[in-house]
């Protein structure tokens, strides 16, 4: 039977699925996955999507090369893998309003879900508790640390991480989702892309977001 319950749920991956539905109703869900495809770094896909969203992007790409995002992602026990557990469940539910959350902040649609709210339920239902007892009193990862102490202080770091400076990447990636769907953007095929003009200033941008609690959001 597989093992390895994973500490921490796929933050990232979550976002990247909300940045993806985006490019869906932009018409842009090809360009996005010729782009993200292995090796296409420097391909004329990659350059549409950098140009059309040349902050929010660099900011995805920033938050998914995070040294913490990659122990984020190999922190397991050595458990067998509960199937539908209630941590991947709640984390699941939590995970699918985020993404509808951030369609409704990029359409401007501003009486929904408030997107740093619901991330922040995200955060509080992205950690499962019995694995990271699990891997903390022993693990079989050549990467892991040696001792109990270390193993429990670096889920720590990790947790810390999460609920402090990637949170605030993520507010800082909202803005800038913002700011680029604003951009006049040329023509790609002969389709002239979505521009939208939201209510509010940036200022006002700023406040909605930071209202969702003691996250400082940067713009």
Known sequence: MAKGNHV???FDGCLASSFK???QELSL????IAATSKGAQNSSDAATIRALFPN???TLAEI???ARVAQMHWIQDDQVVVADDPNSMAFGRQSERFKQSVLDWAWGNDDRDNPMTVWRSLVNAGEDASARRNFANGSSLEQAPKSKAD???LCQEVSTFIRGELSKLVGKWLMQLRSDMTMVRAPINGVTPVRVDYEGSRKDWLQRLASAGNIPITD
Do not use: I, P
Not at 29 to 32: F, G, Q, S, T
């Open 29 to 32: 869900e090809k360009v996005l």
């Open 21 to 23: 539905r985006l490019a």
């Open 8 to 10: 921490f749920n796929d």
């Open 56 to 58: 929010s992007y660099a």
């Open 64 to 66: 998914r090369n995070h």
């Open 151 to 153: 193993r429990e202080s």
